[in-house]
């Protein structure tokens, strides 16, 4: 079993800043490309940062320059800095990724498969 949890969502007011981390845990042979989607009340999920496993990003033109996203491959752990928070951010951040797991029963890898954390919320006060 492969899980994603998600830590480090909470209230801030305008201008203030968050840590977002996902750690990956399970029977996990190799992670691919690691992102974070948002959801807000009444709209849809929207990519907000993703990074391969080899470091590339990309982002939301929302969030360009305030926002980084970073992963720690020993860790199977990826985050996302949150800087000069509107109110706008508020939504649930979800952890997505693409992850290889190792079936020991098989002996054999299996995947990718696409995997979502629990959510976390994250409030942006005026």
């Known amino acids: 079993q492969v899980q994603l949890v998600e830590s480090g969502g909470g209230l801030v007011q305008a201008g203030g800043s968050l840590r977002l981390s996902c750690a990956v845990s399970?029977?996990?042979?190799?992670?691919?490309?690691m992102g974070w989607y948002r959801q807000a009340p009444g709209k849809q999920r929207e990519l907000v940062a993703a990074?391969?496993?080899?470091?590339?990003?990309n982002y939301a033109d929302s969030v360009k320059g305030r926002f980084t996203i970073s992963r720690d491959n020993a860790k199977n752990t990826v985050y996302l800095q949150m800087n000069s928070l509107k109110p706008e951010d508020t939504a649930v951040y979800y952890c997505?990724?693409?992850?290889?797991?190792?079936?020991?029963?098989?002996?054999?890898?299996?995947?990718?498969?696409?995997?979502w954390g629990q959510g976390t919320q994250v409030t942006v006060s005026s």
């Open positions: 997505n990724a693409d992850i290889n797991s190792f079936n020991p029963g098989s002996w054999s890898v299996e995947g990718p498969l696409n995997y």
């Open positions: 990074i391969t496993s080899g470091g590339s990003t």
């Open positions: 399970g029977s996990i042979f190799s992670i691919n490309a």
